[in-house]
């Protein structure tokens, strides 16, 4: 959970998202095409990213695009946002050696469990991230308090893209036609 780094690959969506309402105003309602595009990346070739089943599937909302884990979609979120801006609102989360590359919308960096979940923890705090703490606290046997954890926490989104994120990752899970559902 610590030391072990892992890209979190499309788990990293609803951070994009996020920042793409709080940055560009979109709601989980806004309308993103899926469909073969090529983003500008200076003094290099252009990026042009697939979705993992190689398909296109035209207009969607965002809650549809992740319910589906479309890649496009991501990038386009991340693009009206700025990779800039979704890049400093992950190093808020706790994310190191953030760069705000196209791929960054895609999970393409590496990062422990811990800060994967700290992060998201976020979400469900209303907006909020807690420091991690591995103790709450420490009582002796007279239950006297020896040591009390006082983490510190940041608030990194606003409450109404919190419950706004929150609703939206619980798709997944109601929505017919989601991709754990078909999964």
């Known amino acids: 959970a610590l030391q072990s780094y892992r890209q979190p690959g499309s788990s990293f969506k609803p951070i994009v998202y996020a920042t793409a309402m709080e940055v560009a105003g979109f709601t989980e309602a806004t ?27 035209g207009s969607m909302t965002i ?3 992740l319910n589906k884990s479309r890649n496009i979609p991501a990038i386009k979120a991340m693009e009206a946002a700025t990779p800039d801006a979704v ?37 469900a705090n209303g ?24 983490p510190r926490s940041t608030t990194i989104w606003s409450p109404q893209t919190a419950y706004i994120m929150l609703d939206t990752l619980h798709g997944n899970v109601v929505d017919a036609s989601a991709f754990s559902a078909r999964a």
């Open 127 to 150: 907006g909020v991230k807690m420091e991690e703490h591995f103790i709450q606290r420490i009582e002796d046997a007279n239950r006297r308090v020896l040591y009390e954890a006082r």
């Open 63 to 65: 809650r549809q695009a």
């Open 87 to 123: 890049a400093a609102r992950a190093r808020e989360l706790g994310y190191e050696n953030i760069e705000p590359f196209w791929s960054l919308a895609l999970g393409s960096i590496e990062v422990t469990p811990l800060q994967h979940a700290a992060a998201f923890s976020a979400f």
């Open 31 to 57: 309308v993103l095409v899926d469909q073969s595009t090529s983003f500008k990346v200076p003094g290099q070739a252009d990026y042009k990213p697939v979705n993992h089943d190689n398909t296109f599937m």
